[in-house]
T-cell receptor
Framework: KQEVTQIPAALSVPEGENLVLNCSFT??????LQWFRQDPGKGLTSLLL?????REQTSGRLNASLDKSSGRSTLYIAASQPGDSATYLC????????FGSGTKLNVKP | GAVVSQHPSWVICKSGTSVKIECRSL??????MFWYRQFPKQSLMLMAT?????????EQGVEKDKFLINHASLTLSTLTVTSAHPEDSSFYIC?????????????????FGPGTRLTVL
């Protein structure tokens, strides 16, 4: 059975810090990996999609890397802001998506 | 990017009634759609894979007779929660797989709907 694990489960930091969120998965045969943001009571907002053949993707202050051989992905958030506070979900596409349990981020002003 | 819609966005129903949720791909055809469920403070769990023109494939532990899935066209999949009970109250999210070719390259991306919040009284 495919498993996706995210650490830490929760993170609270002061504004301005650079952050690293971690995602690990048990099978290297993936189609792609996607990072999402979810605000309380809301749906998913896609942040970055990394195809199987890629090693990283960048969008603004966000950078996501993918290392299939080690089964890991990291989401790097630069210069965090209070508006970044949300739950961040890692989803791995093994021909169907399996989600990690998420990292709940709180950025304090 | 591609857009996937869900209707309704929220629904409240009485115990024992059935509720239908629609998932539509608005600007692409999706032979495969997926249904997820998210309980409070938990992550998304895949319920089933919906295949156009054939029966859905359910994940282990999901009752196929309770959660009826119909993928009648390339842009529409429906999830019907039959005889709903309070424990079925959850956030239901669908996704649609986009396999279009672009610029000589094929893409394989899933787009997620905004979700439907079901509350069963």
């Amino acid at each position: 059975k495919q498993e996706v694990t995210q650490i830490p489960a929760a993170l609270s930091v002061p504004e301005g810090e650079n952050l690293v969120l971690n995602c690990s998965f048990t099978d290297s045969a993936i189609y792609n990996l996607q990072w999402f943001r979810q605000d309380p009571g809301k749906g998913l907002t896609s942040l970055l999609l990394i195809q199987s053949s890629q090693r990283e993707q960048t969008s603004g202050r966000l950078n996501a890397s993918l290392d299939k051989s080690s089964g890991r992905s990291t989401l790097y958030i630069a210069a965090s802001q209070p508006g970044d506070s949300a739950t961040y979900l890692c989803a791995v596409d093994f021909n169907k998506f399996y989600f990690g349990s998420g990292t709940k981020l709180n950025v304090k002003p | 990017g591609a857009v996937v819609s869900q209707h309704p966005s929220w629904v409240i129903c009485k115990s024992g009634t059935s509720v239908k949720i629609e998932c539509r791909s608005l600007d692409f055809q999706a032979t495969t759609m997926f249904w997820y469920r998210q309980f409070p403070k938990q992550s998304l769990m895949l319920m089933a894979t919906s295949n156009e023109g054939s029966k859905a494939t359910y994940e282990q532990g999901v009752e196929k007779d309770k959660f009826l899935i119909n993928h009648a066209s390339l842009t529409l999949s429906t999830l019907t929660v039959t005889s709903a009970h309070p424990e079925d109250s959850s956030f239901y999210i669908c996704s649609a797989r986009d396999l279009r070719a672009s610029g000589g390259r094929s893409t394989d991306t899933q787009y997620f709907g905004p979700g439907t919040r079901l509350t069963v009284l």
